[in-house]
């Protein structure tokens, strides 16, 4: 998966708990993305980092937050989780200009 | 509001068959448009179109795009059982690199 790495791979969670997923690129990239994957509905992006420091909000940030610790990583917070944030996350990294995005290899989460 | 929509949503083939996967949009900004396969995992990176009319090829898959009436194809040729998948069509929109994803479409092919 290009360098990508997701942890968890799997989790599940009640109503109001709080987690964070976690994302890691060892390929130099610039541009790092959040997006969510429901069935039917395609890749939803929540939040991205166009360059270290930076984030903006996606089509879908409600109910999330994030973090751009250092160029590697690329952190998604669940305040307080709910069932309509089931769903699988995957996130992904891009070196501008080109506009290719790859992708991890995805956390599969639960909202009970 | 931008838009793709992909179709069709799904489709079963044989082995051998040919398949031709459509993508329509409504972007502002256009910069260029994307497919992916997506087999049980994340989606992998097949073709980047950014000029009309110009085919991109790779083994039995090609795809081409067209500007003026803002739609893309992705063909398989001689399809065969690993090639089942999600097919996932996106454009990039503006300078920020954001993707906005169709739906997909889920080919399965029997042997």
């Known amino acids: 998966n290009a360098g990508v790495t997701q942890t968890p791979k799997f989790q599940v969670l009640k109503t109001g708990q709080s987690m964070t997923l976690q994302c890691a690129q060892d390929?130099?990239?610039?541009?790092m993305y959040w997006y969510r994957q429901d069935p039917g509905m395609g890749l939803r992006l929540i939040y991205y980092?166009?360059?270290?420091?930076?984030?903006d909000k996606g089509e879908v940030p409600n109910g999330y937050n994030v973090s751009r610790l250092n160029k590697r990583e690329f952190s998604l917070r669940l305040e307080s989780a709910a069932p309509s944030q089931t769903s699988v996350y995957f996130c992904?990294?891009?070196?501008?200009?080109?506009?290719?995005?790859?992708f991890g290899p995805g956390t599969r989460l639960t909202v009970t | 509001e931008d838009k793709v929509v992909q179709s069709p949503l799904s489709l079963v083939v044989h082995e051998g068959d040919t398949v031709t996967l459509n993508c329509s949009y409504e972007?502002?900004?256009?910069?260029?448009l994307l497919w992916y396969k997506q087999e049980k995992k994340a989606p992998t990176f097949l073709f980047m179109l950014?000029?009309?009319?110009i085919e991109k090829k790779s083994g039995r898959l090609s795809s081409i795009l067209d500007k003026k009436e803002l739609f893309s194809i992705l063909n398989i040729t001689a399809t065969q059982t690993g090639d089942s998948a999600i097919y996932l069509c996106?454009?990039?929109?503006?300078?920020?690199?954001?993707?906005?994803f169709g739906q997909g479409t889920t080919l399965q092919v029997k042997p």
């Open positions: 390929m130099n990239h610039n541009s």
């Open positions: 972007v502002t900004n256009f910069r260029s």
């Open positions: 950014t000029s009309s009319g």
């Open positions: 996106a454009v990039v929109s503006g300078n920020t690199g954001k993707l906005i």
């Open positions: 980092s166009a360059s270290e420091g930076t984030t």
């Open positions: 992904a990294i891009r070196q501008a200009p080109f506009h290719e995005q790859y």
